[in-house]
């Protein structure tokens, strides 16, 4: 089966490379796309990092909020197993991914063993607003018996911003719902956490969320757990930060790693035609970049056919499907050894990539 | 002697950091050796001297005949003289500038005078998100200075602000004064959605009633107090409004009570 292209010629696996080397080294700004496991993102930051490129993972623009959230604001956060063992009191805040849900209704039917009371305790935090239940977030709610907190008309930046002021008996303009039986819950918990995601509208009512988990902190112990919309994706982002001390959206500028959200987002780069080539990575699909303007791009994708418009493709294996990986897990919280689950002789990224760093001229 | 000069050849190709075109980094450099300093920031790196014609001398007075929305860090650490911009310019325009005077023609990037601490910076055209807000993990915005936008500016205007007056003439978009510590922001014209956010200290003055607040701002009425005349005088005196912002008795919101809740939002009445 062929896995190499250059154009819609079938080639050999090592002239694509080459090929595609010769682009790279004649680029004036390269930069790179991907969504890999962390092998593959540790190639494509050490081939960035030759390039002198930027990179930015393919979901740049749903993790930037995800990120923010830690560059910008901060926070205090624990594990899923402590939620499990620990949590006597659970706050789901605003909508939390259907990918999660599962994890969620494992807790609600497991004591928190380590508590000294068995029972947990569930609220929802949310927006009080005429929207599409599109995560299922109504129906985990009534699963888990949540006693929902809102306020008429209040979006989430509100409802978390009135639950902070009344904790602190501060004036509000209105009260949100339920705020006793809150109030009384946590009075008698012993470890309160807020569970929510990263992905939502309003970024900054997650810097008010941590800010009201550091207030309960000054009386007892509370903490928070972040649920990212993509484990795949944080996996990437947590390898970016261990690797060069910087999430995605990094470059290479000056040999330095210079991690900057605006400069380096690629797709902006693209639209404004600052890059002059596209190396796009993509272990999980054979989704393709959306031309812009005709730059050339590379295209290494989970594909059995050349890619229209790549000046050259190569086929790529799927971590976890056809080769053992390594990837995030939210379910414990850091990254697990994965077994492929249908071994084959397609290339990995990570292979490709550093094949691609080689051939490239010093 | 003439004010050293940089005119803009032909749009560039690639972004440029022009963090090291300011008075205070040209000092005692000829003009040989500015043409050669590296600007671009691609793997073959433009020169100054590929990009602009150089003339004049004085460092003391830099202009930019010809601007660029890639024209990046334009003025940064800037502690005195004049830098003027006949055009556009990138991110980050005056970031962390201690004192002297800025002047931009044309719109601005993101962040523009992030992390300001003294001097002046007056945009003519529009500003982009972050106005005066910090990067990506720093704790201050704004610390000091005066900025000024004379069109519009994007959202998170003056987030973390602590010190310092900005003046946005043609409204801006959500979130102005965002976890503002303290200082002064006046808006004329609409502003977005929940100005104010997590405020600790700090005024934000407005030439009407604010549509979208937080719930956590407390309605105070309206008030008698100097600051509204005495702000209002400065902004006039200054020559960045011509008629007073919030008049005699401006209404008032206080908060964020989320927060330490001693912020305050000002605001003419009967508009």
């Known amino acids: 089966m062929s896995v190499a292209w250059v154009g819609s010629q079938v080639v050999s696996l090592s002239d694509a490379i080459q090929h595609a080397a010769k682009l790279l080294a004649s680029s004036h700004c390269p930069v790179i796309s991907f969504d890999a496991d962390v092998h593959g993102t540790r190639s494509v930051i050490a081939l960035a990092e030759k390039l002198g490129a930027a990179y930015d993972h393919i979901r740049g623009r749903d993790l930037v909020n995800e990120i923010t959230l830690f560059t910008s604001y901060g926070g205090m956060f624990t594990t899923p197993g402590e939620v499990r063992r620990r949590a006597d009191l659970v706050v789901l805040v605003g909508d939390i991914p259907a990918e999660h849900h599962d994890l969620i209704l494992s807790w609600a039917s497991a004591p928190a063993d380590l508590a000294a009371k068995d029972a947990r305790r569930w609220f929802h935090l949310k927006a009080n607003r005429p929207a599409p239940d599109n995560t299922g977030m109504n129906s985990l709610s009534r699963k888990v018996k949540a006693v929902a907190l809102s306020a008429e008309g209040a979006s989430l930046g509100s409802a978390v911003a009135l639950l902070r002021a009344e904790l602190a008996d501060r004036p509000t303009v209105t009260s949100l719902t339920n705020l006793d039986k809150l109030k009384k819950a946590l009075a008698e918990a012993a470890f309160p956490v807020f569970v929510f995601s990263g992905n939502t509208d309003e970024p900054m009512s997650l810097a008010m969320l941590q800010g009201l988990v550091a207030d309960l902190n000054k009386a007892k112990r509370a903490s928070s757990l972040f649920l990212p919309t993509d484990d795949a994706a944080w996996g990437a982002v947590l390898t970016c930060v261990w690797a060069t001390g910087f999430p995605p959206r990094t470059g290479f500028p000056n040999g330095a790693p210079v991690y900057d959200p605006r400069r380096w987002d690629i797709e902006r780069m693209l639209r404004e035609k600052e890059a002059d080539l596209h190396l796009w990575i993509s272990a999980r699909d054979s989704a393709s970049p959306a031309r812009r303007g005709g730059i050339p791009f590379i295209a290494l994708v989970r594909t059995i056919s050349p890619v229209p418009g790549a000046a050259v493709t190569i086929a790529v294996a799927r971590p976890g499907v056809d080769h ?6 939210s379910r414990i919280g850091t990254f697990r050894a994965e077994r492929a689950s249908a071994p084959s002789d397609q290339p990995e990224v990570a292979d490709i990539v550093r094949e691609l760093a080689e051939a490239l001229p010093c | 002697m003439k004010g050293l000069t940089f005119t803009l050849r032909a749009e560039p190709e690639e972004r440029l950091d022009l963090s090291a075109l300011t008075p205070d980094r040209l000092d005692g450099m000829s003009v040989a050796e500015i ?4 600007v671009g920031i691609s793997r073959r790196p433009a020169l100054v001297g590929d990009i602009f014609r150089i003339t004049g001398k004085d460092v003391s007075q830099i202009a930019f005949d010809g601007g660029s929305s890639r024209f990046d860090g334009i003025g940064t650490g800037m502690s005195g003289g004049t830098l ?9 325009a005056g ?3 201690t004192g002297g005077t800025i002047v931009i023609e044309g719109s601005c990037g993101i962040h523009a005078g992030s992390g300001m601490i003294g001097g002046k910076l007056e945009i003519h055209g529009h500003a982009g998100d972050y106005l005066g807000g910090p990067l990506a993990g720093e704790m201050l915005g704004m610390e000091g200075g005066v900025l000024v936008v004379r069109g519009r500016a994007g959202h998170y205007a003056g987030d973390r602000m602590r010190r310092g007056v900005i003046a946005i ?9 965002s976890r503002m510590i303290a200082g002064s922001i ?7 959605a929940m100005p104010g956010y997590m405020m600790k200290r700090g005024s934000l003055l407005f030439d009407r009633r604010p549509e979208t607040l937080s719930p956590t701002f407390i309605d105070c009425g309206r008030v008698d107090i100097a600051f509204s005349g005495l702000f209002d005088r400065y902004l006039i005196e200054e020559g960045i409004l011509d008629k007073p912002l919030l008049g005699r008795k401006p ?4 908060g964020d009570t989320a927060v330490l809740g001693k912020g305050e939002i000002l605001f003419r009445l009967g508009r």
């Open chain 1, 324 to 329: 053992d990986s390594v990837t995030y897990s």
């Open chain 2, 169 to 177: 003439l043609k409204g801006c978009g959500d979130y102005a004064g």
């Open chain 2, 186 to 192: 006046a808006v004329k014209g609409r502003v977005g």
């Open chain 2, 95 to 97: 970031r962390k500038m």
């Open chain 2, 84 to 92: 003027y911009v006949s055009g556009d310019v990138g991110a980050q």
């Open chain 2, 35 to 38: 043409a050669k300093l590296r």
């Open chain 2, 251 to 254: 209404g008032k919101y206080g």
